[in-house]
């Protein structure tokens, strides 16, 4: 069964710092990756999908990357301001699944100070 | 651009109530989905829908019923609401395989 992990789980930093987000995947059999945000008491926005065939997607402040072999993406966030802050949901779509479900992270929760 | 749409937003039953989620999208996409989210559990599959007139159990069926009413609409049901149900329910829609999957704003169900 695929597993995804999010590293780390919570993440407090300062305004205008460049940060990293950790997501790990134990089945590389994936059609694609998508990045989620999500607001407090809000439902899951998607920020960035990554096809199995492509190795980074942009937009805006927001990179993600994608290592499928090694079972890695990265979700990389530029000059982060207050308004970044949320959780951040990492989620894979399985080949093995015969109808393309995600499979999801915990996320890591982001603040980010003035 | 409503994109997928749950109602209600906010429920709170009584242990033994029914009621039923409602979920529609305006994407024409022929897969569906609803997922809860618990703390320190993640968001789990509960049932899915290929397509209109069929559906298929996730990994957390158990208590729930679900029905595919056409290609628009996925309706979840609770025949008889136990407190471990109380959670956030998503709704999703997507085309398999390679697209984008899109999130309804959830529903807040709290059994008393």
């Known amino acids: 069964k695929q597993e995804v992990t999010q590293i780390p789980a919570a993440l407090s930093v300062p305004e205008g710092e460049n940060l990293v987000l950790n997501c790990s995947f134990t089945?590389?059999?994936?059609?694609?990756l998508q990045w989620f945000r999500q607001d407090p008491g809000k439902g899951l926005t998607s920020l960035l999908l990554?096809?199995?065939?492509?190795r980074e997607q942009t937009s805006g402040r927001l990179n993600a990357s994608l290592d499928k072999s090694s079972g890695r993406s990265t979700l990389y966030i530029a000059a982060s301001q207050p308004g970044d802050s949320a959780t951040y949901l990492c989620a894979v779509k399985d080949r093995g699944s015969t109808l393309g479900r995600l499979y999801f992270g915990r996320g890591t929760q982001l603040t980010v100070w003035p | 651009n409503a994109g997928v749409t749950q109602t209600p937003k906010f429920q709170v039953l009584k242990t033994g109530q029914s009621m039923t989620l409602q979920c529609a999208q305006d994407?024409?996409?022929?897969?569906m989905y609803w997922y809860r989210q618990d703390p320190g559990m993640g968001l789990r599959l509960i049932y899915y829908?290929?397509?209109?007139?069929?559906?298929d159990k996730g990994e957390v069926p158990n208590g729930y019923n679900v029905s595919r009413l056409n290609k628009r609409e996925f309706s979840l049901r609770l025949e008889s609401a136990a407190p471990s149900q109380t959670s956030v329910y998503f709704c999703a829609s997507s085309e398999w395989p390679n697209t984008e999957a899109f999130f309804g704003q959830g529903t807040r169900l709290t059994v008393v």
């Open positions: 990554i096809q199995s065939s492509q």
């Open positions: 829908s290929a397509s209109e007139g069929t559906t």
């Open positions: 994407m024409n996409h022929n897969s």
């Open positions: 089945d590389s059999a994936i059609y694609n």
